[in-house]
């Protein structure tokens, strides 16, 4: 019983520590959102039973290796034959037994807590959809469509904001895992699947895939940006506003509608339409690029233009074969998509 309450003191500093170094790594001990907060439970009831197995284990173990070791003047004589225990057996096979029902009573009610098929009326719904390798969000309450950093409201006492996500594929199975907000859940080509959300303090928390899908599935991160209410109906609402038309930026885009970069990418009011790719509409008020792998600044976009295997090796954005001028002009464009 000490050693495995000394397992409990040692793994709990460790665990926040980790949680606590750097921008919200990802931590399942650290909890920020409902559903989460259930699975952290749930996860220290594990640990804490299979520390109290390994204690008693461990110690029988220890005990019987120092009480019945060979010792001089053994040699030769052999140790009492016992030939199996009726009430040793009853109380091996009873205890595990009791131990496995109470942890399937645990996960079956954390299942039922953390588990929702269906988006109950008034709360807010966003459809995720992997892709090779990127993840696109879509608001359909509110037309918008953005792509790799999910926005979402915290939800506070007076104003309780649960967000109920919609996951989708567009190719192989992938699966959306931001540890501090809720448990991972496969994206599924041809299913949907759903998964619920309750942020309770606003910060940005990191995930990732969760599902091998490919050459980039390690590049396929995940940020999700919780603001307080106002300020993310300002987000909303700025991502609902048209495309910036920077005349100082006519030129490239005019080159950009000409390349093949339409056929994939959208910006809202030109003929750029594709849907292969991210939505570009608001493209800089995203912090990364390719899918969380590389910052979203001058410097990356060229270099991403230029060779995106450079960046992310295996992408699935060909390089677009520009000239230096042309990568200048259609960077300076896409810098305006503000
Ligand atoms: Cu998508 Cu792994």
Redesign the pocket.
Known sequence: MKQAAWLLVALAPAATAAADAGLGSPAVFSPASTPAFAIRDLAWLVVAVCAVIFAVVGGLLAWSIARFRARPGDAGREPAQVYGSGPIELAWTLVPAIIVVILFLATARSIFDVQKEQAPPGWLQVEAV?HQ?WWEFRYPASGVTTANELHLPVSTGAQKRPIFLRLESADVI??FWVPRLAGKQDAIPGKRNGLWIEPLEAGTYVGQ?A???GTQ?AG?LLRVIVHEPAEFERWLDAQRGPAAADPAAADGRSLFERTACINCHRVAGTVANGTFGPDLTHLMSRATIASGVARNDRESLRLWLRDPDHVKPGALMPAMQLGERELDRVVAYLMTLQ
Do not use: L
Request: with cysteine.
């Open positions: 992997g390798w992938h699966s895939c599902e091998f899908c599935h396929m």
